[in-house]
């Protein structure tokens, strides 16, 4: 079971908002500690999307965005393209176990 | 062109050992931590391992004891020395780039292809 905890699938249709939540504890993203979020398409490596909860690296569109408030995190894509179907995954830090920790993933559908 | 290039993957027996390299080109290595991070088939990423700037190292319970990250900075190159291995071991490993020493970022920035693990009999 991952330490931070996210739900197996969303889905939605093209050109809709979806949003993808990220749900830790006060060991980290409650212990004040940044969530970054990852792409993953199929049979590729992780892409950094989000870090430091809201910050896009260059090269990624503004309708991804990313937010954190108290012990949870979300991801929003709106104006959703098939493009964006993928495994979603969010991360942290926890302070107790001194782990980089990461949400058990999520797959988005874009119906 | 900033890249990580993994190698040393394979298939071994459980309780072998196997050692994975990263190659980093297009950034200057010493000055960032980097990471092990492994994915089953199917499955989610797990965090397996962390180097700092100073050579400081990190493991999750599942693989301390047993794995052993290092880096040499002359050669741009991380390893991965993988001990004891276990079915459960068996995963991609990909060698991902840190935060920026001295920053406070705790993201991996940059990622590998992978390198494929089979642990068998």
């Known amino acids: 079971q991952s330490v931070l905890t996210q739900p197996p699938s969303v889905s939605g249709a093209p050109g809709q908002r979806v949003t993808i939540s990220c749900t830790g504890s006060?060991?980290?993203?409650?212990?004040?500690?940044?969530v970054h979020w990852y792409q993953q398409l199929p049979g590729t490596a992780p892409k950094l999307l989000i870090y430091?909860?809201?910050n896009r690296p260059s090269g990624v569109p503004d309708r991804l965005s990313g937010s954190k408030s108290g012990t949870s995190a979300s991801l929003a894509i709106s104006g959703l393209q098939a493009e964006d179907e993928a495994d979603y995954y969010c991360q942290s830090y926890d302070s107790s176990l001194r782990n980089w920790v990461f949400g058990g993933g999520t797959k988005l559908t874009v119906l | 062109e900033v890249q990580l290039v993994e190698s040393g993957g394979g298939f071994v027996q459980p309780g072998g050992s196997l050692r994975l390299s990263c190659a980093a080109s297009g950034f200057t290595f010493s000055s960032y931590d980097m990471h092990w991070v492994r994915q089953a088939t199917g499955k989610g990423l797990e965090w397996v391992s962390g180097i700092g700037t100073a050579g400081e190292t990190y493991y999750p319970d599942s693989v301390k004891g047993r794995f052993i990250i290092s880096r040499e900075n002359a050669w741009n190159s991380l390893d991965l020395q993988m001990n004891s291995l276990r079915a459960g071991d068996t995963a991609v490993y990909y060698c991902?780039?840190?935060?920026?020493?001295?920053?406070?970022?705790?993201?991996?920035?940059?990622w590998g292809t992978g390198t494929a693990v089979t642990v068998s009999s």
């Open positions: 006060s060991s980290n993203i409650g212990a004040g500690y940044d």
């Open positions: 430091g909860n809201n």
């Open positions: 991902a780039r840190g935060g920026e020493g001295g920053s406070r970022r705790l993201d991996m920035d940059v």
